[in-house]
Each structure stands twice: as structure tokens, then as C-alpha cells.
């Protein structure tokens, strides 16, 4: 039985992870740990169906609720203070990282420098972190459609065959629409993939490609400037490679997390990535394929697509979700946010050399936008009841 952990197991990509699991591997795989912020309904309902050893809980009146409903079923309820995860879960065969943020980094990298595999559809921790991953990366299976793709597409290729990457992109819900006056509830509807607040706005501003171009350049170590990005709003070709001898493959399936997941189990579990668990397959009979140009003047978040202030970007553009989120920033000025952020805080990737450094730094990009009168800046600008935009 190999030995395996969830962390964020309420998020989508972690229910997604339990119903593979608990359809497909039950006899093959255990797992020794779930983890959630605050669902503790989902959580021990988890707990129930998979009967972890334990749990991890980082909201404290929910890690009550927990200990609770689970006192009797010998399942250790912890309270997650940021720091027990990685070293409790040592001894694990993989960890599947499904939570957003920046907060990933640790256990990744924990789990990672152990030698244990990680199954991951965090951004943040490859955009800030990816210079220091970059020695393991080759223990990260990514779970995003558009990596994963391209993961399938260059197995058994020889790096320098490759001379560029495709990621796609839906184009998210706002796609050759208007794009002023933008509501929560309207940015969270994105017209493929059920996501978590944080992703489905990134999706809408087109920032998660901008994050994804980055996770790839680590990923499969290929300079920025041969990724592209294209706008596919049938989202079933999730990402494609240009060889040198001309010719280009796509990786095509059907718009469903769950496929990445399996995947990555069926090689833990056999030792390769292929198994019999298929979710479905495109039906391409009269099935057409549209593909077009990512342009900035549609989508300006792809202006960020050259910086190399990645970590800046990544907390800039945290603080921007979070206005909008809480209704202080119009939606259409996130990118001009961004863009306010990068001006005002930049540092020296060559200072990066230890995780702490990667946090030091979000922290401090954080801060200036918030001190002073930069956040109320920010938001006098940026806020249509306050600038008149």
C-alpha cells in the first residue's frame, strides 16, 4: 500500500483527488492525512469515507467541530499551525498539494527535499519559489490540465528537440465581452472549470496563464520566451509542443482535473502513468476546434507575461483577488494594480537562496502596497465608486 496525504482535500482539485481515490484505490492506496481550512462538514465527511490517520484543521472553531464529530473513530485531529504538516507526513509516498497560495511553498518543498513525490495544482509555489524547486522538480507531477499536457507530450523527448510550448486558454467567462463594471458572482462563473475564488478570478483576468507560463518555464526548464499562449474556448486541446523538426503535437481530452489526478496515482501505484481508468474521450465527430491569438489589448494582464519580478506579481496580484473579492477594487483595474505594485517594490533574484528569503520577499511586496496611503491609493484610483471609472 503506498502511503499518501491531501492537502486542501475540501478545495476542487482535493474533492476531485478523494473521488479517484475512493473509486479506484482503495486496495492499492492509504491515506495518512486530509487537510482544510475551515469546511469541517467536508472534512469529516472525508474522514469518514477514507478513515485517514489524521487530520488537519486550520481554523481553530472548525478544528473543534472536528474533534468533535471524530473523537471516537481513531483519527488524530491537529490543529494546523503552518508548520506540523511537513514534518508529520515525512514518511509519505506522495502529497497531493491542492491548496492556492503561496502557503503551498513549505510543504512542497518540505515534502520535495525528502524525496517525496508531490502532486500539485498550486501556482504561487512554483511562481515564487520555482528558482529554489528547480533541483526537485523532477518529483513534482503537476495536476493542471495545461501541465499536465504538456508533461504527457514530453515524456521520452529529449529537451533540446523541443523549440517551443503551447499553454491554452478558455478565455475564462468575459471573452470578447465587456469587461467594465464586473460583478464577484460574474468572475466566479467561468463557462468550463469549477475552481475556488482565487483561480476563477485569475482565470477571468487571464493572470492564471501568466502564473501557468511561469510554472512551465520551471517545470519543464524552457525559457519564457518560447511559451505561448493561445485562446481555446472549446478547452479540449490543453496544451501543445513545437519540435525542431517541424512538426507539433497536441494533448487533447475532455476538460476534467480528474484525468491529471488519475494519472499521477496510476504512477505511484504501477511504477508508470498509464491505466484503464478513463473519465471519457472527446467526441470529435462534428466537433469543431477554435483557436484564437491572445492579445493584450483584450486581456492587459498578459503585459506581465516578461517580468522577472515573479514573486512581486504573485503577492501584487494576491491583494488585487482579495479587493475585488471583498468589493474595493473594480475588476477592470486589476491590472492596473498590478502594474502599481511592480513600479513600487522590486528585488534581486540573486538575494533569492532559501525559502524564507521567497516569504521575506511576498511579505515585503505585500507591505508596501499596504503602507502608508499606498493601499488607499490603490483603491481611490482603482474603484469605480471612487474614481468615476
Not at 490517520?53 to 473523537?71: C, I, N, R
Not at 514530453?154 to 499553454?167: A, E, F, N, W, Y
Not at 497536441?250 to 491529471?260: C, K, N, V
Request: glycine residues 8%; charged residues 20%.
Amino acid at each position: 500500500m503506498k502511503k499518501i496525504s491531501i492537502l486542501g482535500s475540501t478545495g476542487s482539485v482535493g474533492c476531485q483527488s478523494v473521488d479517484v481515490i475512493s473509486r479506484f484505490y482503495r486496495d492499492t492506496i492509504k491515506v495518512d492525512a486530509l487537510s482544510c481550512n475551515s469546511n469541517h462538514a467536508l472534512l469529516i465527511q472525508q474522514a469518514r469515507l477514507l478513515s485517514p490517520q489524521k487530520v488537519f484543521v486550520a481554523d481553530e472553531s472548525s478544528y473543534k467541530e472536528v474533534k468533535t464529530a471524530l473523537g471516537s473513530q481513531n483519527i488524530e485531529v491537529i490543529l494546523d499551525r503552518g508548520v506540523e504538516i511537513g514534518t508529520a507526513l515525512c514518511d509519505n509516498d506522495m502529497l497531493i498539494v491542492s491548496i492556492s497560495g503561496i502557503a503551498a511553498l513549505n510543504p512542497i518543498y518540505s515534502a520535495i527535499s525528502r524525496g517525496i513525490k508531490v502532486a500539485t495544482s498550486n501556482k504561487e509555489s512554483l511562481v515564487c519559489g520555482g528558482s529554489l524547486l528547480l533541483p526537485f522538480v523532477d518529483k513534482i507531477i503537476p495536476l493542471d490540465s495545461e501541465h499536465h499536457a504538456i508533461a504527457k507530450l514530453l515524456r521520452s523527448k529529449t529537451p533540446t528537440s523541443v523549440s517551443g510550448i503551447t499553454l491554452t486558454a478558455s478565455g475564462g467567462p468575459f471573452f470578447r465581452k465587456e469587461k467594465r463594471n464586473v460583478t464577484v458572482a460574474c468572475a466566479l462563473a467561468h463557462p468550463i472549470w469549477k475552481m475556488g475564488k482565487k483561480n476563477s478570478v485569475d482565470s477571468a483576468t487571464m493572470m492564471n496563464k501568466v502564473l501557468e507560463v511561469v510554472e512551465a518555464h520551471y517545470l519543464f526548464r524552457i525559457p519564457k520566451e518560447k511559451i505561448s499562449v493561445l485562446i481555446h474556448p472549446e478547452a479540449l486541446i490543453h496544451g501543445m509542443v513545437d519540435f525542431l523538426d517541424g512538426s507539433q503535437h497536441a494533448f487533447i481530452s475532455l476538460p476534467d482535473m480528474r484525468i491529471g489526478i488519475n494519472n499521477a496515482l496510476a504512477g505511484l501505484v504501477d511504477g508508470g502513468y498509464e491505466n484503464t481508468y478513463a473519465y471519457g474521450r472527446v467526441p470529435l465527430v462534428m466537433r469543431k476546434l477554435t483557436f484564437y491569438a491572445a492579445k493584450e489589448e483584450e486581456f492587459r494582464a498578459l503585459k506581465f507575461l516578461g517580468t522577472d519580478q515573479e514573486i512581486v506579481l504573485s503577492a501584487v496580484n494576491d491583494l488585487a483577488v482579495e479587493d475585488f473579492l471583498a468589493g474595493k477594487l473594480d475588476f477592470h483595474s486589476i491590472p492596473d494594480f498590478i502594474s502599481s505594485g511592480l513600479d513600487r517594490f522590486q528585488y534581486n533574484k540573486a538575494d533569492v537562496k532559501n525559502i524564507g528569503d521567497v516569504f521575506s520577499i511576498y511579505g515585503k511586496a505585500q507591505r508596501v502596497c499596504r503602507s502608508g496611503n499606498s493601499r488607499s491609493f490603490f483603491t481611490k484610483r482603482y474603484h469605480p465608486l471612487v474614481s468615476g471609472a
